[in-house]
């Protein structure tokens, strides 16, 4: 077995699941960073993508899919691809010359006021991959430890929360309580404009 290695989409180092390949880029945990690790990566063509969690969620995913009955007999190996990838996400909030009334209100205010959320008005406030896709849990963390990059004010109602991967997204509506599924199509323009991201 060697050292570190590329097996099954997963970044291997010394026999731990660092980190995974998604479209042309390596995520991998930064517990692993070293110049070893560095080298691999720049030798195989990767651009390192360091996500704080990736170990952890790849490790919990691999004993799940271990402990899954379904596993011996499909032939699923530990940490094959059932493991969940990380999807990238994108903030997105009302710009600062936006009517006042249309910031901080519900849904269904929003909707009766002004209708569907119209990306002409939204700004992107953030574009990168945190440690979790759990709405949730993306939202205690964009109140208390935002991450490097963003360029927002604490997440509230009336931002939409995006995830996506190269096959698409879905774009989230912060409500009163918890989120709402929303149709959005933010132009290329839009998209071209993102902060920039700290290394």
Sequence with gaps: MKNIEIR???????????GYVDNGKAVVDPIFRGDALSAFLKKEK?????????????AAAGEAVAETPQASVTGQAHGSSASPI????????LKPDVDICMKFIGYDELLKNYGEPDPANYRLAYDGQVETNDLEALYA?????????????????????????????AFHYVDRFGFRE???????????QRPALSP
């Design 8 to 18: 099954n989409g997963r970044v291997m180092y010394y026999g731990n699941e660092a």
């Design 46 to 58: 990767l651009e390192a993508l360091w996500t704080n969690g990736v170990y952890d969620r790849l």
């Design 86 to 93: 990380l999807k990238s996400c994108r903030v997105w909030q």
């Design 141 to 169: 963390k964009f109140n208390t430890e935002q991450p490097p990059g963003y360029d927002g004010h604490s997440l509230s109602m009336s931002d939409v929360v995006e995830l996506y991967d190269e096959t698409g997204g």
């Design 182 to 192: 929303i149709g959005f199509d933010p132009s290329g323009q839009q998209l071209g």
